[in-house]
């Protein structure tokens, strides 16, 4: 299969109508014909002269010396060397750099990419590039320069892309000038072997074609897809490649009805705009057919609308709404929200009389130059205004985001970079760090998230709390306690949306770990890894440890047993307690009886006394809401002429109706006993810094009750002996301040959910 048969840039008999299109930027033609042109094979055509061409296209002042050096450097270090095309392999680097000075990219990175395989291939030293271009051009060249298969063996391909993303990450032009490398490697492809072929294709899709996407080079990543459209799905390729042909050929085209359309309503309401049809990629029309099934002729095209200013897209908007009919549900504003690839456009939608849709962008010159090359159309980002103004046109502070204020773009750091950057750092080999490296390219779409601090996180989509709590805190983050969503508590599997608030609750022990269950909710690499490494270099010794050790951790050791302590303190003498109505079920959990609730008498030693106008009445503090002096009670016979007391808002009090209510009152003891729920997220020492903030406002804890944790959430029942009803809210509140603990509420019923071993629900 040749490349000029697998290019689906050059489709054949496809003309007529199809002429009026407007194509994106055409690398396939510019470069055949900047190359070879009518030159025979066997002699070079003045192709540096088509690359000085190109760059003062966009560059009038540039200054072309370092280009001609460049030129002369590389032509001659690569002399007698062939492509396997036949080509003289200087044809390669020369396309390469016309593809880059075509989108825009300045002068330091087309002397680059003339060079980019001088030290690879030739005889030529990094330090000699150094020495004749400077620094610049030197990291440049490094950067994608190949690691040798002598040194690494399997591991050559995997490490050159770490190396590659590492330099890019302090210089974003090195992965321009690889993408620009690929594209023409992929062009000429079809002279390789089939298997060879896939192969680089299957990298060029996984690899390549993301990192075009995230770094807005369009035009090279629509290009780079149907190359690998074309190699890896041959049928579907030529299947959509007679559609294309097919379309072309029709007699009437209704893109080009609504493009004449929306010129005559844009020059009734005075906008100068430039409208233009925007033919569909391969990938596209394959996509939209198996979307939409038959294609019609509107659905192999968009229209483009160029206009000056931001106001005047937004003007073009209102004017295609008000005199056209538009689809609302397909309108997006990527103008005032920016997609994460520095792409700005608004798209919208207007409907023919046939019914055949047709999409419409509306974007300035600027913004569309920006969509088109990305990172390319920046220039030099990291260039002052004053070194920019001598290698660019007027226009070159625009394209690299220098303004009134002089602040420049540094596109070198977005947030996925430093996302793949920082994981990247942590993977323990080269294999861990290929196979996540495609993982995390897949994840095409991001979000962002807002700290309550104002700031923000990038995440992917479909990325949860404990992914927000490594890109924040790193390591770190194994101390995570929890978060708060958008105000509200969450679990850490909790799925974040784009705009939530993320406050992520942070423990203060230096020795917290995290939990292997995280690992299930990981989404990005960066947690991923950093889970695992840490379970690799913690492994979990064979243990024999009670269940009280166990909830002494915080209860995250695996096990399913919970921890009962009954007439236990650890800060106090144990006592022996009488028996109480409350009974431990077959997990561990206190279960009250639905009605009577009758666990607390009044006779037992050291529990609030109510009192009762029925002699001989046998009084009993319920169980289910445990009221305490200065609770409002109510009363209610039962059987056996025993009274129960519950606090007048208990829900048990509304089932209770139908018996007799009886007048209750408080007695003078001050003391009283009450049950309390705490809930918390797991963590080592809970259980220990929780019963000390208890035992330090003077709580005898009666009996605790820890159950298993569940998603790091851990419920605990405590029945607690207090000298005076008054210290009840600063219990709670101590209880409340320690770390981990975030609700802490007296004992309801289970109507009301959050009776004993029920719990309030886990979000």
Known sequence: MSAEATNPANPGPVAGPAARWRARIDLRRLGRAALLGPAARDRLPDAIGHVAEAHRAHYPDADLEPLRRAWVLAESSHRGQMRKSGEPYITHPLAVTLILAELGAETTTLTASLLHDTVEDTEVTLDQVGEEFGAEVRFLVDGVTKLEKV???????????????????????????????????????????PEKQARIAKVTRDVLIPLAERLGVQALKTELEDLVFAILHPEEYEHTRELIVDNASRADDPLAEIADEVRGVLREAGIQAEVVIRPRHFVSVHRTARKRGRLRGADFGRLLVLVGEDADCYAVLGELHTCMTPVVSEFKDFIAVPKFNLYQSLHTAVARGDGQVVEVLIRTHQMHKVAEAGVVALGNPYASPSDSSSDASGEQGASHGVGADEERVDPTRPGWLSRLLDWQAAAPDADTFWSTLREDLAQDREITVFRPDGGTLGLPEGATCVDAAYAQYGEDAHACLGARVNGRLATLSTVLKDGDTVQLLMGQDPA??????????????????????????????????????????????????????????????????????????SAGRIIAEPQTHDDQSADRPGAAVALVDQPGATVRLAGCCTPVPPDEITGFAVRGGVVTVHRVECAAVARMKGRKEVDVRWGDTAECRVTLFAESFGRPHLLADLTEAMAGEGAEIVSATVEPPSQQRVRHTYTVQLPDAAQLPALMRAMRNVAGVYDVSRAQTPGDGRGVGGGVGWG
């Open 512 to 585: 917290a770990e995290p939990s292997k269950e995280w690992l299930e909710h990981a989404h990005t690499p960066a947690a991923r890894i950093a889970i695992q490494r840490w379970i690799a270099t913690h492994p979990t010794p064979p243990t024999h440890e009670t269940p009280e050790e166990t909830a002494e951790r915080g209860g995250t050791a695996g096990t399913t047993a919970d921890v009962t302590t009954r007439g236990a303190n650890p800060f106090r003498p144990s006592v022996a307690e009488p028996p109480t109505a409350d009974t431990p079920d």
């Open 151 to 193: 040194d690494y063996g399997a591991a050559a391909e995997p490490e050159t892309f770490r190396k590659m993303l590492v330099a890019t990450g302090n210089d974003v032009r090195v992965m321009s000038i690889k993408l620009a490398d690929r594209l023409h490697n992929m062009r000429t492809l079809g002279v390789m072997r």
